[in-house]
């Protein structure tokens, strides 16, 4: 190198400097090197000239990159702010920017908790104090509440000596943990001028002395309305997001009552039509099933089945309620007197009691009608449907008279709209129990003068009674039972209406005649039982004791009128036993039902009482039914017995044993030892 380089060299290499982004120290030592190198006054001072303006240079690029990155924080957060989604993660980059724009320690920023009515500390980026993070800021405190309550930025070099701002124990040990000096904060606002809302405060800290240049001041206020953005947008979106679900849950609701309007509007048209249509009280029971996609039975008042349960068409078949009535053929083999009508087995109370095997799991019998029956009372008392066991149970009404009950299962959600249907449909059951109760008390009466001349004259005119019978739909030539019922004498009109509701929708007919008279077609029940079976539900209905004796089955006006006689000699017998409110039949009251029959059955009494002795010494070749004769002809005595058969009385005693082992421990009390005694005695007779 030239021992005296030109000014032009010195110049180059400032501009060498320059480009290569050279610390202005280095830029300095050009003319120290200038110096060094001799050059003259003249050149030096161009030097020195030439080092200030590549000084204004540098100053001025570093500016400008300093504001290329202030701008590019900007737009990066105004990215972050259209891509808005996570309003935590826009505020926690805006502070991260800010700490890193300005070189601070640390950055926070506060949002005021307006149920409180103080601040606190939403977001901070290179906080280390627990207590810090966790203050709280009334309106007027500190520096930030300051900045909250003028709605202007302010900064301080060293917060713990400046007096302008007022200082709280809270807020000094807070900053004081944190180790914060100078102070920079800004309002977060929206809109402008005198009419904007602080709505938080964005600031920037060093643990070191430290001034603020306006242009950092300028550069927070900046990153502080974009947090104001951020947080507007978020709170419209938030609640743009609620307008939305409130209108969708509205507009569901609109297409919901619309839905159940129209609804209802089909069920009124397709319930009326069914009744225009002389539609029965089982059809309405279909009808309301399919419509709420349940199981839908018709009780009447007593809780009692009137009708099988109907099932919606999308749920599955099953057993269905069978009781008395339970087939929509009243004349069938399900109707009063078949296999399951009242004198069958599975009538009320026998095996499928009120409400059958699907309705009432937790109950059979008089216990089912009587749950049933109180769960319709609480309908009445409400004017609503009720919840009883699961199912929803709603009064069938007529002004205040309880005619019955719907019984709907299956449907625990059952809703509004719903609700309201299966009330409804009891209002129609109730009209066609009314209409099927006024034509069944006009028929009732029609066929009472039937039965009276059927019982007082059964000969003076045999065929123009079966004519008559059969213009009433009642053919007495078909096989019937006869069951008579008595109770008290002041309720006797009260037990005739419960004899007409106990067979209301079949083809058997009651008529008062020296009692309630019934005759029931013939099912798969004995006489006993289909008394028995009436008596319970009579005495239901009631209220008070109802006997029933039962006889037949006969047909033909003759037999039928001796079946009559026959069932009141039973039924004054059971008055006469003290079983009152029982049922029974000639042929259960042993030796009395051979004198009370009609046809004096002494082999069928013999063969009931002594049958398994018979049957125990046909198969063994045992003596049994002699060592029984032997014992009560010796008058109960081991020793005449042992003697009379000529065996060892271990002998008889083993006898004995065996007899109670087949006949049941009872055998030898005074009233089963009397059937015995007259059994063996008719046995003997025959035999000989």
């Not at 505020?91 to 601040?119: C, H, K, N, Q, W």
């Amino acid at each position: 190198m030239p021992k005296n380089p030109s000014v032009a060299a010195h110049l180059r290499r400032l501009l060498e400097l320059l480009a290569s982004g050279a610390p202005a120290e280095d830029l300095g030592t050009v003319a120290a090197e200038a110096r060094r190198g001799g050059a003259g006054a003249d050149d030096l001072a161009e030097v020195e000239r030439a080092t200030r303006a590549a000084l204004r240079v540098h100053s001025a690029l570093r500016q400008h990159q300093r504001r290329e990155a202030e701008l590019t924080a900007l737009f990066d957060t105004a990215g972050d702010l259209a891509a808005l989604r996570d309003l935590d993660a826009v505020l926690r980059s805006i502070v991260r920017r800010a700490r890193m724009l300005l070189g601070t320690d640390t950055a926070y920023l506060t949002l005021p908790d307006e149920e409180a009515g103080d601040t606190f500390m939403r977001v901070t980026d290179g906080s280390v104090s627990e207590l810090f993070q966790n203050l709280r800021l009334q309106l007027g405190e500190g520096l930030g509440g300051l900045v909250a309550q003028t709605a202007r930025p302010y900064a301080t070099p060293d917060y713990r000596t400046d007096e302008r701002f007022h200082h709280t124990h809270s807020i000094d040990a807070g900053v004081l943990d944190e180790g914060l000096v100078a102070i920079l904060g800004v309002p977060l606002l929206l809109g402008s001028g005198s009419g904007g809302k602080v709505i938080g405060a964005l600031f920037a800290a060093d643990r070191t002395p430290r001034a603020f240049s306006p242009d950092e001041v300028a550069l927070l206020c900046s990153l502080a309305n974009h947090a104001a953005i951020a947080i507007d947008t978020a709170k419209a979106m938030t609640d743009a997001r609620v307008a939305l679900a409130e209108l969708a849950e509205a507009n569901a609701v609109i297409r919901e009552r619309s839905a159940a309007m129209q609804r209802a509007e089909e069920s009124h048209d397709r319930l009326s039509d069914l009744v225009l249509r002389g539609g029965d009280v089982a059809d309405v029971a279909a009808a309301v099933a399919d419509l709420l996609q349940g199981d839908v039975t018709v009780f009447d008042a007593g809780g009692w089945p009137l009708t099988p349960t109907a099932r919606g068409t999308d749920r599955p078949a099953g057993n269905t309620a069978r009781g008395r009535n339970a087939a929509h053929d009243p004349g069938g083999a399900d109707g009063p007197g078949g296999a399951d009508g009242p004198s069958g087995s599975h009538g009320p109370g026998g095996a499928d009691g009120p409400g059958g095997a699907d309705d009432w799991d937790d109950s059979t019998g008089t216990d089912g009608a009587a749950a049933l029956v109180r769960a319709a009372e609480e309908s009445r008392a409400t004017a609503h449907a009720v919840v009883h066991d699961g199912r929803w149970v709603c009064a069938v009404l007529a002004g205040q008279e309880m005619l019955g009950s719907l019984v709907l299962s299956g449907r625990p959600d059952l809703d509004g709209p719903d609700r309201r249907l299966f009330e409804r449909s009891s209002v129609v059951t109730s009209l066609l129990l009314l209409l099927r109760r006024s034509v069944a008390e006009a028929e009732n009466r029609v066929r009472g003068d039937l039965i009276t001349d059927l019982l007082t004259a059964p000969d003076r005119d045999p065929a123009g009674l079966v004519a008559r019978g059969r213009s009433l739909g009642i053919d007495l030539n078909r096989p019937h039972l006869v069951l008579v019922a008595s109770s008290d004498a002041d309720v006797r009109d009260r037990l005739a209406v419960a004899a007409v509701q106990y067979l209301f929708g079949g083809d058997g007919v009651s008529a008062e005649h020296a009692g309630t008279v019934m005759l029931v077609p013939v099912g798969g029940a004995t006489p006993g039982e289909a008394a028995r079976s009436a008596a319970e539900q009579l005495t239901h209905l009631v209220g008070v004791p109802v006997t029933v004796a039962g006889a037949g089955p006969a047909a033909g006006p003759r037999a039928l009128a001796d079946a009559h006689a026959e069932a009141s000699r039973c039924l004054q017998a059971l008055q006469v036993l003290g079983r009152r409110g029982a049922g029974g039949s000639a042929g259960e009251l042993g030796f009395l039902g051979v004198l009370l029959g009609k046809d004096h059955d002494v082999e069928g009494f013999v063969r009931a009482t002594l049958g398994p002795l018979l049957d125990y010494d046909e198969r063994r070749g045992t003596q049994l039914v002699r060592t029984l004769a032997a014992y009560f002809g010796c008058g109960g005595s081991l020793t005449r017995a042992k003697e009379e058969l000529h065996v060892h009385i271990n002998t008889v005693v083993q006898r004995l044993d065996r007899i109670q082992a087949i006949l049941g421990p009872g055998w030898n009390s005074p009233e089963h030892a009397l059937e015995l005694q007259l059994a063996l005695r008719l046995r003997l007779l025959s035999l000989s």
